[in-house]
């Protein structure tokens, strides 16, 4: 009888911290533009022409990031392997010896730790270097085209929900409702992603609001100011 596979939280690792990433800046950031545009004095057509500029802008400006920065991952990733399949056509004992001492240091004897070595690479040499030397595994492989794509969507279904309070609310109250509704839609986003990820729901809602009601009180103030001075 064949026991079943687990699933474990970090195999979604790869497009959770992107999804999460996403949602969270589109929230923040289109509804602080909002809350700044609002306190200036801005008119709906002048807020909401901004704020669907910013989450266009934003959903780019996150795929163009990702993309880029995992991409530099992944260079890294193919450069070390590169390095490692020329060790081993070079020195294939030393390699064994490399691969053994790594398995001393998790608390192998010396003989387990070359038996083991040398079982593995007999299997697959580059993968038991790739895996157990540099770290690298499926669960954290760079995937820039993934990490790009999930990252501007989730931003723009996060820049959605500010646009929608704006259009919502009434003219004297934008600013409250654009405010209470994105730190509701944090909360909820700290929520699900302490769900999916496994963690506690307590620190995460605490910190994605937290952060989020900072970057609306500054840009606020920012809006706040430039109302006074223009009089």
């Given at each position: 009888?064949?026991?079943p596979?687990?699933?474990h939280y ?6 959770l911290?992107a999804a999460?990433l ?5 929230i ?11 306190t ?9 022409t ?15 990031g990702?993309?880029v920065s995992v991409s530099?991952?992944k ?5 070390d392997?590169?390095?490692?399949r020329?060790e081993l056509?070079a ?7 490399e691969?053994?001492e790594?398995?001393?240091t998790?608390?192998?004897?010396a003989?387990?730790a070359h038996d083991?070595?040398i079982t593995?690479m007999?299997h697959?040499a ?5 895996r157990?030397?540099?770290g690298?595994?499926?669960i ?6 993934q ?7 989730t931003f723009?279904?996060g820049?959605v929900?500010?646009l929608?309070a704006?259009?919502a609310?009434?003219k004297?109250?934008?600013v409250?409702v654009?405010a ?8 909820l986003?700290?929520?699900l ?6 963690a506690?729901i307590?620190a995460a809602?605490?910190r994605?609001?937290?952060w ?13 100011l430039?109302d006074?001075?223009g009089g």
């Open positions: 009888m064949s026991i596979k687990e699933r970090s195999d979604r690792l790869g497009w911290r999460v996403g949602a969270n800046d589109g923040v950031s289109t509804a602080s533009l909002v809350i700044g545009m609002a200036a004095g801005a008119t709906l057509v002048s807020v909401l901004a704020g669907a500029a910013g989450a266009v802008a934003g959903a780019m400006s996150m795929a163009a990702e993309y530099s991952q260079d890294t990733e193919h450069a392997l590169k390095r490692e020329r056509a020195n294939y004992d030393e390699e064994v010896r691969l053994a790594t398995y001393e998790r608390g192998l004897s003989e387990m083991v070595a593995l007999a697959d580059l993968a038991a270097h790739a157990d030397e540099l690298f595994s499926t954290n492989r760079a995937r820039p085209l990490a790009a794509l999930t990252s501007a969507l723009l279904c820049a929900l500010p929608i704006v259009l609310a009434p004297q109250a934008s409250m654009v209470a509704g994105s730190l509701l839609a944090l909360g986003l700290g929520t992603s302490a769900r999916v990820g496994g506690r307590g809602v605490v994605v609001v937290l989020g009601a900072l970057a609306m009180l500054a840009t606020g103030t920012v809006g706040w430039f006074i001075a």
